[in-house]
Nanobody
Framework: QVRLVESGGGLVQAGGSLRLSCAAS????????VAWFRQAPGKEREFVTG????????VYADSVKGRFTISGDNAKNTVYLQMNSLKPEDTAVYYCAARPRRISGLPYEYDNWGQGTQVTVSS
């Protein structure tokens, strides 16, 4: 199975930007849907955004529309999450996940997960 490797988290002030990366190690994202989820302390894991690799279709949670952008780089087998205008409520561990073909907002429908990367937004 392809291993998902996330990077790019960190500490940023409110209003700032970060870019997360999710690289496919040992394989590709061909015919996959790749999503970003996040989980804050004491809260359930929630869908942030997803991209269908073959069609480049994207889906966003309402809470991040207009601020976050997901994109894919075929040559690097990497999915990016560009996060702008960050808010303290965006603080969470961010996970990338992959499943066959179709984007889903449900965590249990993904069978491959990265290790997570911490994003902290200070007010």
């Amino acid at each position: 199975q392809v291993r998902l490797v996330e990077s790019g988290g960190g500490l940023v002030q409110a209003g700032g930007s970060l870019r997360l990366s999710c690289a496919a190690s040992g394989g590709t994202f061909s015919s996959k849907a790749v999503a970003w989820f996040r989980q804050a302390p004491g809260k359930e894991r929630e869908f942030v955004t997803g991209i269908a690799w073959s069609s480049s279709n994207t889906v966003y949670a309402d809470s991040v529309k207009g601020r976050f952008t997901i994109s894919g780089d075929n040559a690097k087998n990497t999915v990016y999450l560009q996060m702008n205008s960050l808010k303290p409520e965006d603080t969470a561990v961010y996970y990338c996940a992959a499943r066959p073909r179709r984007i889903s907002g449900l965590p249990y429908e993904y069978d491959n997960w990265g290790q997570g990367t911490q994003v902290t937004v200070s007010s």
